[in-house]
């Protein structure tokens, strides 16, 4: 496509990996509908497909993360969503030309702030720690209508939960019954750093995991107590 601001309507999204640096990214799917001509909106004669990447290195986390809340990102990297207005009534985009190995390439952006190559999926304890680090500062997110995502853990039984105030002996960890509550003490034993919090985070899933036997979403207060005293000691 030519060069200009464009109209498009959000599809969907999928966390990948770059397959140059292999930092995790953001791929965001639009239909492209629009193409501005003289200050007005003229209607494409179809749709075009395009991709938007945003990286989600250290360096770019903050423009990235300002750009996923504009379009009311859910907050979840499993099962990524976003807003009702992204998805139907669409946001303006840019595309521009650049040149790579003397050839013309087009690089699409979020205005207002052919088809790509085939999208990698981050592994697991990628998305793990993204999920984590996006928790830490936005909470679960805005698009009410996104389903839960699978690695959510599952309500442990009233009967089964252990006292609130009960403490183990041996960690000096607080006793956790819930996934939030875990997050909170990995997160003052980080000293509030939130990216080293994560890190801890996703090798005590891991290690916790492969212990018990149990998937993440299985955990119960026994696993969320181990991850808290595995990931809050500072590295």
């Not at 109209?7 to 990214?25: A, D, E, I, M």
């Not at 990524?80 to 992204?86: I, K, M, N, Q, V």
């Not at 985009?93 to 702030?113: A, M």
């Amino acid at each position: 496509m030519d060069q200009g601001k464009y109209h498009g309507v959000l599809k969907y999204g999928v966390t990948s990996v770059s397959k140059t640096s292999r930092n995790p990214q953001m791929a965001l799917v639009f239909d492209v509908t629009h193409r501005l001509e003289n200050g007005k909106w003229a209607e494409m004669p179809a749709a075009q497909e395009r991709t938007i990447y945003l990286s989600m290195s250290d360096n770019a986390w903050k423009y990235t993360e300002s750009k996923l809340n504009a379009l009311g990102f859910n907050g979840s990297f499993d099962a990524p969503d976003f807003s009702h207005e992204a998805k139907t009534e669409g946001v303006e985009l840019e595309c521009v030309h650049e040149e790579y190995q003397g050839k013309t390439h087009e690089k699409w952006e979020l205005s207002s702030w052919g088809d790509g190559p085939a999208i990698e999926a981050a592994p697991s304890d990628i998305v793990r720690m993204l999920n984590a680090k996006w928790k830490a500062k936005n909470g679960n997110g805005k698009a009410a209508s996104a389903p839960p995502p699978s690695s959510q853990p599952k309500a442990p039984a009233p009967s089964t939960a252990p006292a609130p105030a009960a403490s183990s002996a041996a960690t000096g960890i607080m006793q956790v019954t819930t996934r939030d509550e875990a997050w909170q003490e990995v997160l003052a034993g980080q000293k509030n750093d939130v990216d080293e919090a994560a890190r801890a985070w996703a090798k005590a899933i891991a290690k916790v995991s492969k212990n018990s036997g149990k998937d993440e979403a299985d955990f119960g207060p026994d696993e969320w107590t181990a991850v808290a005293a595995d990931a809050s000691i500072p590295f």
